[in-house]
């Protein structure tokens, strides 16, 4: 359950620390007061959108930080374990940060987190419902998933909806290989000769520069052969060579460094110098020691240069692109190759459809299960609702092939009086009808539920007099099983919470501020009585409202 809840700067409240208890509890205030802040700010803390006008005019951030009690939901544990973001034991702590320029950051127990794992870690704990969520009553979706939730079977039907995901899949590609056959066999024909080629020219990845470099070689082995020579003889083979020029030079500067010492460096120079063409010399006479013309090895060359060129250019590739191509052709011809297997295809989509069957059948009596008891209990609520006579169904029209969501399809119907049939639940209900129903929708398959806090914002709109004393007694009910707020306009529901928050404006140093705070026995009076007669609260009144707290 929601244990505290933290606001700094956030719309016109400045600073607010509230802590909660279990139960029922009840927020109100005048009109514009900002009673929404608390549900606006609990949203951001769980994943909503945020915006820079949350942040309170000449603030830099807001932030939000909601703590919760979750030492009984193991489900919500194994997934802060399963994405790093476990705290304490027993304890979650939402935090948001909405900075002035729009900037947004989410902490999960002090981890930093993403929105939708906001959203994701706030559906185990909070369920709100705002004063137009009976809208979406009207849903196709809406309607199968709280059947589903009151009949406890919503994990059975994600698998159903995950499992006819596979079988649809395994149907496309198996009819999608039955009608392209005969374009399948063509292809593998025209690879299997494309392969057979090409695996007998055998392509290797790193023969193509290697190639190249032997035909350079060979292709100049003449030139390189008397150039050779010639810088051998430049370097060392006759009187004017280089290295014979060089040790006169040396001869001569050691002289020279008898007299000064500072010649040295420039023998040291020298000696290194003659070190290096000798070393080049050496390296000459070795190469041409081994080198010689071979024109048959060319012509080799030059014959495997141009198959390897003629693939290449028959197959719109570089040369050196031949030896990844033919791998991509053979594993494409294992992949036909097993297209002809179509029987091992059809035994897999038909082990899908069964699977898929299997458990879109359990859905099914689970469904039916929860139809006639979820149509009583509503139809009994509908009663007590201003709704006499009328009376709520479930049909569940089956689809001939089943979908992603079942063998059926979920429709409410209602019947606004006794002697009619039931009809679809849009073309019947009138607003205020609507908003009935869907309260008692609500708090009937919120008790089969495990959200442990749940918010209600004014879903009491529309309703007065003995119907909203009887709004209120069902949502005390639902609150003796787990935390419940309420955000409320009526004096018959708030009179009805175990505890009470007033939301009240002031001004202050020219700025507008909101405050949150909870009331005592008398002030509850008081608040009370003020929702029964507005401005003016007399002596009737108060009594009036002391009654209607039992006090």
Known sequence: MLRSLSLRDFVIVDRLDLEFDAGFTVLTGETGAGKSILIDALSLALGERGESGLVRLGCEKAEISAEFSVTDLPQLHAWLKDHELAGDDGICLMRRIVYADGRSRAFINGFNATMQQLREAGDFMVDIYSQHAHHSLLKTASQRALLDDFGGVSALAAQVVIAHKCWRELHEKRSEMERNAAAYAEELTELRDQVRELAQLNPSAEEWETLQQEHSRLAHAASLLAGGEECRELLAENEASVLRQLHVAQHKLQELSEYDPAMQEALDSLDAAAIQIEEADRFLKKYLSRAELDPERLNEVESRIQAVHAAARKHRVRPE????????????????????????????????????????????????????????????????????????????????????????????????????????????????????????????????????TMIFDEVDVGIGGGVAEVVGQLLKSLGASRQVLVITHLPQVAAQGVRHLRVSKSAAHGSTLSRIEPLDPIERIEEVARMLGGMEITETTRRHAAEMLGV
């Open 321 to 452: 692109e031949l030896p990844e191509l033919l791998v991509k052709w053979q594993e494409r011809m294992t992949e036909l190759d097993g297209v002809g297997d179509n029987g091992a295809l059809a035994r897999e989509e038909s082990a899908a459809h069964e699977q898929y069957m299997k458990l879109a059948t359990e859905l099914s009596a689970g469904r039916q299960k929860a139809v006639a008891r979820l149509g009583k209990l509503v139809s009994a609520e509908m009663q007590r609702l201003a709704l006499s006579g009328g009376s709520f169904a479930v049909a569940l029209e089956p689809l001939p092939e089943g979908g992603a969501h079942g063998l059926e399809q979920v429709e409410f119907l209602v019947a606004g009086h006794a002697g009619v049939p039931p009809r679809a639940l849009a073309k019947v209900a009138s607003g205020g009808e609507l908003s009935r129903i869907s309260l008692a929708i609500r708090v009937i398959t919120a008790q089969q539920g495990a959200t442990p």
